[in-house]
Nanobody
Framework: QVQLVESGGGLLQAGDSLRLSCAAS????????MGWFRQAPGREREWVGS????????DYEDSVKGRLSISRDNAKNTLYLQIFSLEAKDTATYYC?????????????????WGQGTLVTVSS
């Protein structure tokens, strides 16, 4: 199965925009549904959104709709997360995940492949 490595995190100001990347190795992501999760300090990891293997379907957690965008480039074996107009509440470690099969598996199935996470800190 693939291995995932996130990048693009750092210290940003409220109002900035950010793009995180999740690069896969060890295989092609063509058959994997993928997604993003985040874990804020002192809180449990939460689902942010998912994308189907062919990008036809993208789902977002309700509170982030309109401010986050998930995309993928299968030719580059990479998943992306864009966050527009960052807020302090976006401070978290962001994780990408992948699983073969339907997009719904990303959010609910325990047998996902995880990246190691990238920290995003938003200063207000």
């Amino acid at each position: 199965q693939v291995q995932l490595v996130e990048s693009g995190g750092g210290l940003l100001q409220a109002g900035d925009s950010l793009r995180l990347s999740c690069a896969a190795s060890g295989g092609s992501i063509d058959s994997y549904a993928m997604g993003w999760f985040r874990q804020a300090p002192g809180r449990e990891r939460e689902w942010v959104g998912s994308i189907s293997f062919n990008s036809y379907v993208v789902d977002y957690e309700d509170s982030v709709k309109g401010r986050l965008s998930i995309s993928r480039d299968n030719a580059k074996n990479t998943l992306y997360l864009q966050i527009f107009s960052l807020e302090a509440k976006d401070t978290a470690t962001y994780y990408c995940a992948a699983i073969k099969g339907a997009i719904s598996l990303v959010r609910y199935n325990d047998h996902k492949v995880w990246g190691q996470g990238t920290l995003v800190t938003v200063s207000s």
